[in-house]
C-alpha cells in the first residue's frame, strides 16, 4: 500500500513557484523564467533562501537599476518640444446668428445726399422745435461769398428750365420755368434779411452781399405779359429796402467815408440806372445824409458843387477846409 501511493511534496502549492525567480510575462499571456536552473524550489533553509533573495535584488540592481540610481536623473526636453499624449481640448465659440438689422446712424448719414440730409434735419426740425433752435444757435453763420454761391446755383437752375426754340420772354417759357423762379426769389428773399443790420454788424459785408444779390436780379428777363413782370418789380423793391437801410447804418458809423472811398456810391447809381430807378430811395437816402450833390462822376466827383451850404464834410474831401470863416451858434460869430 505505502509502495503505490505517491510522494506528496511537502510544501504548500504556493510555494511552489520561488519569490527569488524572475518571471516575464509575453504577449501571449504566458510567463517564462528568467532563470532556467531553479524551475523547482529548492530544500534549502529558510536563510539560505533569504540570501539567495538579497542576491537575486543585487544581481537586478547590477543588471538593470544601478546606473539608474547611482546617476542623477537627467532633465526632460524643453517644454516646446514637448509632444502631449492628450488631445487638446476644443474651445466651444458661440454661435452668432446672421439676421438682419438697420444701419448705424454714422453709416446712414454717409449714405444720404445733400438734398435728403437736408430734408430729414428739416424733418426732424418741424417735429422738435427745441432742435431746431439750437442748430441754429450752434451752426456758424454763413459767408458772403458761400450764400451768393447758393444763389448761383438757384440762378443756374433757371436758366437751365428755359425750352428750346422759344422766345425766353413768352408766356410758354415763362410757365416752364416758373418753379425755379419761385425757388430763385424765395432765396433771395430769405437769405437777404440776415445780411442787413443789426443782425449783421459790418457795413462792408452788408454791401458785398447786397451787390451781388442785386446783380442777379439785373439777370431776371422781361416777361411779355406785365403780369408775369410783378415778380421781378417786388424783387426790386425789396432789395431797394435793404439798401436803404444799409446806406443809412454805414453813415451812422462812419459818416459816409466807407460809402465814399471804397466806391459803394458809384456801384449804387449804376444799381439805380439798371433797375430803371428802383433803387432812388437808397440813392436819396445817400444824397442826403452826405450833402453831395450829384455831378457827371457820381457823388463827391469833379462836377460837385462848392456853393455856401458846403458843409465841413465837403471841405475836407475838397481840401477847401478853414478858406471861409464858419458860423457858430445863435450869435454868428466867426473863428
Not at 106 to 121: A, H, I, K, N, Y
Not at 132 to 137: A, K, L, M, S, V
Not at 223 to 228: A, Y
Amino acid at each position: 500500500m505505502s509502495g503505490g501511493l505517491i510522494a506528496q511534496h511537502p510544501t504548500s502549492p504556493h510555494f511552489l513557484r520561488d519569490p527569488s525567480q524572475s518571471f516575464r510575462k509575453l504577449s501571449n499571456g504566458k510567463e517564462y523564467s528568467l532563470n532556467a536552473n531553479l524551475d523547482m524550489p529548492s530544500a534549502s533553509s529558510p536563510f539560505q533562501n533569504m540570501n539567495s533573495k538579497k542576491r537575486k535584488a543585487d544581481d537586478d540592481l547590477g543588471d538593470n537599476g544601478g546606473d539608474r540610481m547611482s546617476s542623477s536623473p537627467s532633465p526632460g526636453p524643453p517644454a516646446s518640444f514637448r509632444v502631449s499624449s492628450e488631445r487638446p481640448k476644443q474651445v466651444k465659440r458661440a454661435k452668432t446668428n446672421v439676421t438682419g438689422r438697420p444701419l448705424p446712424l454714422s453709416r446712414l448719414l454717409e449714405t444720404l445726399s445733400p438734398d435728403q440730409l437736408r430734408g430729414v434735419l428739416q424733418t426732424v426740425c418741424d417735429r422738435h422745435p427745441d432742435i431746431g433752435r439750437e442748430i441754429i444757435t450752434s451752426a456758424p453763420n454763413p459767408s458772403v461769398p458761400s450764400t451768393l454761391t447758393i444763389l448761383h446755383n438757384y440762378e443756374n437752375s433757371f436758366k437751365q428750365a428755359f425750352p428750346y426754340g422759344d422766345r425766353p420772354s413768352s408766356d410758354y417759357a415763362f410757365n416752364r420755368v416758373r418753379p425755379t423762379l419761385t425757388a430763385l426769389l424765395d432765396a433771395l428773399k430769405d437769405f437777404t434779411p440776415h445780411f442787413l443790420p443789426p443782425h449783421e454788424t459790418q457795413s462792408a459785408t452788408s454791401l458785398t452781399f447786397l451787390d451781388g444779390a442785386t446783380d442777379i436780379i439785373h439777370n431776371l428777363p422781361n416777361w411779355d405779359s406785365m403780369q408775369h413782370n410783378r415778380h421781378k418789380e417786388d424783387a426790386y423793391e425789396e432789395m431797394a429796402k435793404a439798401w436803404s437801410v444799409v446806406v443809412k447804418e454805414a453813415i451812422k458809423k462812419g459818416g459816409g467815408l466807407q460809402l465814399q472811398y471804397n466806391g459803394w456810391d458809384q456801384r449804387l447809381v449804376k444799381h439805380n440806372q439798371a433797375s430803371g430807378g428802383k433803387m432812388s430811395e437808397a440813392l436819396s437816402e445817400l444824397k442826403a445824409s452826405l450833402g453831395w450833390k450829384e455831378g457827371a462822376t457820381g457823388f463827391g466827383g469833379a462836377g460837385a458843387g462848392s456853393g455856401e451850404g458846403r458843409t465841413i464834410r465837403d471841405q475836407l474831401w475838397n481840401n477847401t477846409y478853414g478858406a471861409s470863416p464858419i458860423a457858430v451858434g445863435p450869435w454868428g460869430s466867426a473863428f
